[in-house]
């Protein structure tokens, strides 16, 4: 009983039976390996879907599904250091998202580079409900300091997981 990695998987308890025998000087037998507790780090992280341009995509379906889960930051190109910046985040441009029971964006986040801004939660029925379609939007006032952002956003949908949009550059201005 060990703990070791096995392609990849951490896993914390291993048990390996070897049932071996001896026929005409050689030796032949089989090996069986149970896994117990695996822990796999990697997998308990949710994969990141990353927005690709929908015009450069054929399928409608597949148009439908990436837009309506992509966050989009709309805000200026400049900000002001220490003055509240606003920052919109909508989920979806030409489609929309369900907002049903067991099926709904989740939250909307906000980084600056590798450091969160800000996060907002919604529980299901903020868009309206089991059948109707909306997209999720928040606006955060965020108070830059430095000389630039670099600002994405990511959307949690229930069913379909992480999504990240395309990065926004903005340029921070000395306060005057
Ligand atoms: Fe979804």
Not at 32 to 53: L, V, W
Not at 73 to 78: G, K, L, S, T
Not at 153 to 170: N, Q, R
């Amino acid at each position: 009983m060990v703990g070791c990695r096995v392609m990849g998987m951490e896993v914390a308890e291993m048990r390996v039976k070897a049932d071996l025998t001896c026929n005409s000087g050689r030796i032949s037998g089989k090996m069986a390996a149970s896994f117990n507790c695996i822990t796999n780090r990697r997998k308990n992280m949710p994969t990141i879907n990353r927005y690709i341009d929908i015009s450069t995509v054929e399928r409608e379906t597949k148009k439908d599904y990436i837009d309506r889960h992509s966050p989009f930051i709309q805000c200026d190109a400049r900000a002001k250091a220490g003055t509240k910046f606003p920052v919109t985040v909508r989920v979806g441009t030409e489609y929309s998202h369900p907002d049903d029971a067991e099926h709904y964006i989740k939250s909307i986040q906000l980084y600056d580079g590798q450091t969160l801004l800000a996060e907002a939660n919604f529980p299901s029925g903020t868009l309206g409900g089991t059948g109707q379609k909306s997209q999720a939007e928040v606006t955060f006032h965020v108070v830059p300091g430095g000389t630039r952002m670099r600002l994405t956003a990511l959307a949690y949908c229930t069913k379909h997981g992480l999504w990240e949009g395309d990065p926004t550059e903005v340029t921070v201005e000395a306060a005057a």
